[in-house]
């Protein structure tokens, strides 16, 4: 298979783990005979130094030719300040509009050496495997008018959704469920929003043609309640933009181990950008100590939703969990008797392993 | 001292707890020499049901003249297939709403004798103490247009503050904050909500006030991961309608009793409307073994903030404390080697240590 894959290491520790992602996809490539080509393109904090602009048209451009993208992470205290349409998240928030990226996909399985580092009870969190699904392109994030008026006064914000944006997030919500465990959550605030009235309205009307998948509605706040006391209750998990974002990181915690989370934003061809979920981690960043697994992780991602290579995606998980089972693992996670160590080292290991 | 206080029982174990919080306030009455006089009106399903109207014209009209107000909770599947004007739940907003509550203040601080129900380990919610201080009356639940448009092809929330709605619940919190720890959490998603933006601005100007306060940001899905990962780091939190509902019921369950936990919704003129966080657990409605513990210490609220009766609220807490220290609980919580009594004889245990 022969696939053209765009890198944007983005900023801070972005810039690291995007080259263990590349290495392990290179041993990908040579083990089952595919040809990946790279190209590299600057986005965040990093394109606003180099170009001005947190997304470069060149940086678009390349996206939108490629089979895939993997971005490492944006953001930085340098860029903090800086005005709302030169913040490294702008960045972000253009190339998931500008590929139509609706779909975020946010698996959350702990893993079983490192569940100890959990803030919840092992009892509690033992056994959680869930599939977050949150709408990426539409909501609050996006709809207009979002101004200031009456000379500052009031401030405004709107949460616009069309049919066809919900429809399409919920059919794969369903379809995402269809090949797990056949249980759909979808996360609303029908009680209070005419727009969540409309997204459950849409899941009742989906439910029909997948007469295999159990619905249930919670209400957000319920949501957050229950992720952490029963977080074992949820399959997949769908639901808008905002409540998406909150309930997804808070999600991320739950396992004890961030570090190792991947997601992927998908559009309605297939392209996608897979992301580890963490940050750019400006703390550590060039200190070779980066936890690399969740971007390669995230690379695994890609090759399972956008190209179809479930083998390949399997065994880069499989060498991650043996490089676990034989007690390695890098700064960010305490494990007795470990051995501790860097952001290569843990690549290599996985490397090796393929 | 003389006071006027209008119950509301509302729905399911609504009715039983208000009762608990009758025989409390008698009590303090007797004690301190105190005039409480009551006066019971319907909300939510049972005023649907007796008047065809979550929120009866008399209810307001009682709930505006009264000096505070008890609610016990509002809800049940009996009206949730309703349509949303004569849903339970409109009740509430609508009292919200009538009486201008715009500071939801929630403690959440474990009983020590309880955490171990949490489901944190103990070494990550133990010292916890925090009030959330969420907007009540603005923000997107409130915000018009909400409605469907182009055929019910496109729908629109609209997220609406005024900059005076944001400068009193801000000044609020920060005087919170002063009679606390000294540390206040503004909460936003100011990376992408211009609405958070002005928020983040006025939080900025108000702090020259209060210069014993010290403040800091974190957007909301930081937040959502940091109440799991340390809550300890919190003492008070200030945000919006809609972040603050999904945050402060995330909080409510850290500690592993919500069924302890009591909340206040004040207006300027220091009116306020007491209500347990927890619902109206239908399923356990009317066997009378319902906790009555946030419905009583949300009385005690009631004595602190609305009448300024400290000395009072004070000793309903410490008779909560000590009926637990006696090893007395209700059903919902689990206690070793405890005595688990229901809701009349929890209440009495607490009166008579008055
Ligand atoms: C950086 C920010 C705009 C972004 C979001 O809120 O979508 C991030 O929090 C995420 O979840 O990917
Ligand atoms: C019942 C509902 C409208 C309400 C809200 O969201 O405000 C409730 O969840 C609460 O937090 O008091």
């Given at each position: 298979?022969?696939?053209?894959?765009?890198?944007?290491p983005?900023?801070?520790?972005?810039?690291?783990?995007?080259?263990?992602?590349?290495?392990?996809?290179?041993?990908?490539?040579e083990?089952?005979?595919?040809?990946?080509?790279?190209?590299t393109?600057?986005?965040?904090?990093?394109?606003?130094?180099?170009?001005?602009?947190?997304?470069?048209?060149?940086?678009?451009?390349?996206?939108?030719?490629?089979?895939?993208?993997?971005?490492?992470?944006?953001?930085?205290?340098?860029?903090?300040?800086?005005?709302?349409?030169?913040?490294?998240?702008?960045?972000?928030?253009?190339?998931?509009?500008?590929?139509?990226?609706?779909?975020?996909?946010?698996?959350?399985?702990?893993?079983?050496?490192?569940?100890?580092?959990?803030?919840?009870?092992?009892?509690?969190?033992?056994?959680?495997?869930?599939?977050?699904?949150?709408?990426?392109?539409?909501?609050?994030?996006f709809?207009?008018?979002?101004?200031?008026?009456?000379?500052?006064?009031?401030?405004?914000?709107?949460?616009?959704?069309?049919?066809?944006?919900?429809?399409?997030?919920?059919?794969?919500?369903?379809?995402?469920?269809?090949?797990?465990?056949?249980?759909?959550?979808?996360?609303?605030?029908?009680?209070?929003?005419?727009?969540?009235?409309?997204?459950r309205e849409?899941?009742?009307?989906?439910?029909?043609?997948?007469?295999?998948?159990?619905?249930?509605?919670?209400?957000?706040?319920?949501?957050?309640?229950?992720?952490?006391?029963?977080?074992?209750?949820?399959?997949?998990?769908?639901t808008?933009?905002?409540?998406?974002?909150?309930?997804?990181?808070?999600?991320?915690?739950?396992?004890?181990?961030?570090?190792?989370?991947?997601?992927?934003?998908?559009?309605?061809?297939?392209v996608?950008?897979?992301?580890?979920?963490?940050?750019?981690?400006?703390?550590?960043?060039?200190k070779?100590?980066?936890?690399?697994?969740?971007?390669?992780?995230s690379?695994?991602?890609?090759l399972?939703?956008?190209?179809?290579?479930?083998?390949?995606?399997?065994?880069?998980?499989?060498?991650?969990?043996?490089?676990?089972?034989?007690?390695?693992?890098?700064?960010?996670l305490?494990?007795?008797?470990?051995?501790?160590?860097?952001?290569?080292?843990?690549?290599?290991l996985?490397?090796d392993?393929?």
């Open positions: 298979m022969k696939k053209h894959i765009v890198l944007l983005g900023d801070g520790i972005g810039k690291e783990v995007i080259e263990s992602a590349k290495d392990v996809l290179s041993a990908i490539a083990e089952f005979n595919h040809l990946f080509s790279f190209e393109h600057e986005i965040g904090g990093a394109a606003i130094d180099l170009y001005g602009t947190p997304l470069p048209e060149t940086t678009v451009n390349a996206c939108k030719q490629a089979d895939a993208v993997l971005l490492g992470a944006v953001g930085g205290p340098k860029w903090d300040l800086n005005p709302s349409h030169l913040r490294p998240e702008r960045g972000l928030l253009g190339i998931r509009k500008a590929l139509d990226l609706y779909a975020n996909l946010r698996p959350i399985k702990g893993f079983k050496n490192l569940l100890h580092a959990s803030p919840l009870k092992e009892e509690v969190i033992s056994g959680s495997d869930l599939l977050i699904v949150r709408e990426l392109t539409g909501g609050i994030y709809g207009s008018p979002s101004e200031r008026r009456d000379n500052g006064q009031v401030v405004v914000d709107t949460l616009v959704y069309t049919r066809r944006e919900i429809e399409r997030i919920v059919d794969k919500a369903f379809k995402a469920a269809q090949g797990r465990r056949g249980r759909l959550t979808s996360v609303d605030k029908a009680n209070v929003l005419e727009s969540s009235k409309l997204w849409i899941v009742e009307e989906k439910k029909a043609q997948y007469p295999d998948v159990a619905v249930e509605y919670v209400l957000v706040d319920a949501a957050a309640m229950k992720l952490i006391t029963n977080p074992t209750h949820f399959d997949v998990i769908v808008e933009n905002m409540f998406g974002d909150i309930l997804s990181d808070e999600a991320s915690v739950l396992t004890g181990s961030l570090g190792m989370l991947p997601s992927a934003s998908i559009n309605e061809s297939g996608g950008l897979y992301e580890p979920v963490h940050g750019s981690a400006p703390d550590i960043a060039g070779g100590v980066a936890n690399p697994v969740a971007m390669i992780l690379a695994a991602l890609m399972r939703y956008s190209f179809g290579l479930d083998d390949e995606a399997k065994m880069i998980e499989d060498g991650v969990q043996s490089a676990l089972d034989a007690g390695f693992h890098t700064a960010d305490r494990v007795e008797n470990g051995r501790q160590v860097g952001t290569t080292e843990m690549t290599k996985i490397v392993f393929i």
